[in-house]
Antibody, heavy 120, light 107 residues
Framework: QITLKESGPTLVKPTQTLTLTCTFS??????????VGWIRQPPGKALEWLAL???????RYSPSLKSRLSITKDTSKNQVVLTMTNMDPVDTATYYC????????????WGQGTLVTVSS | DIQMTQSPSSLSASVGDRVTITCRAS??????LAWFQQKPGKAPKSLIY???SLESGVPSKFSGSGSGTEFTLSISSLQPEDFATYYC?????????FGGGTKVEIK
């Protein structure tokens, strides 16, 4: 059974850096074609893909946010970490991590999400 | 970027109705199209991938069709648990993009 869970701060101040951790079980990021992605959703709005990291450490980013994002993995801990710099109130959203087992990637299992509020 | 446009943005339907949601891609995405269901306060749930393949455990009342730029999600015999927001997403190319969502409400 695949599970993912996001963790991190619920409140960050403008200009700060957000660090979110996705801890997963039921699969390995050493397995060929496996990837973990991050998607966010502002309150009442649609989903937005942010980043994705693959088993071979290939990384993909949303072009509109690429300069602010970094995604890394710790295979031994079954974790994927997303950092987003220079946070702004418009970045207030629920942040989800999700699993993909195929190429091209599609998200078949999602974490429960974590709400991050950006406010001074 | 490939733009995904869903229509309608919302619809009202009665229990037992059949509804159809349309998703249009701004360029050819072959069949790399997924549909998700999201209920309030919950994570999206994958329903359909490759435009028409049902995820394991998803009831056959859900069906998808289309290829290229035009796709549809149909839900037959709506039940109370089907009232939710539905999103399409293309995974043909980066950046991965989602539609704006279709909220299915009870009439």
């Amino acid at each position: 059974q695949i599970t993912l869970k996001e963790s991190g701060p619920t409140l960050v101040k403008p200009t700060q850096t957000l660090t979110l951790t996705c801890t997963f079980s039921g699969f390995s990021l050493r397995t060929r074609r496996v990837g973990v992605g991050w998607i966010r959703q502002p309150p009442g709005k649609a989903l937005e893909w942010l980043a994705l990291i693959y088993w071979d450490d290939d990384k993909r980013y949303s072009p509109s946010l690429k300069s602010r994002l970094s995604i890394t993995k710790d295979t031994s801990k079954n974790q994927v970490v997303l950092t987003m710099t220079n946070m702004d109130p418009v970045d207030t959203a629920t942040y989800y991590c999700a699993h993909s087992a195929v190429l091209p990637p599609r998200f078949d299992n999602w974490g429960q999400g974590t709400l991050v509020t950006v406010s001074s | 970027d490939i733009q995904m446009t869903q229509s309608p943005s919302s619809l009202s339907a009665s229990v037992g109705d059949r509804v159809t949601i349309t998703c249009r891609a701004s360029q050819d995405i072959s069949n790399y199209l997924a549909w998700f269901q999201q209920k309030p306060g919950k994570a999206p749930k994958s329903l359909i991938y490759a435009a028409s393949s049902l995820e394991s455990g998803v009831p056959s009342k859900f069906s998808g069709s289309g290829s290229g730029t035009e796709f549809t999600l149909s839900i037959s015999s709506l039940q109370p648990e089907d009232f939710a927001t539905y999103y399409c997403q293309q995974y043909n190319s980066y950046p991965l993009t989602f539609g704006g969502g279709t909220k299915v409400e009870i009439k």
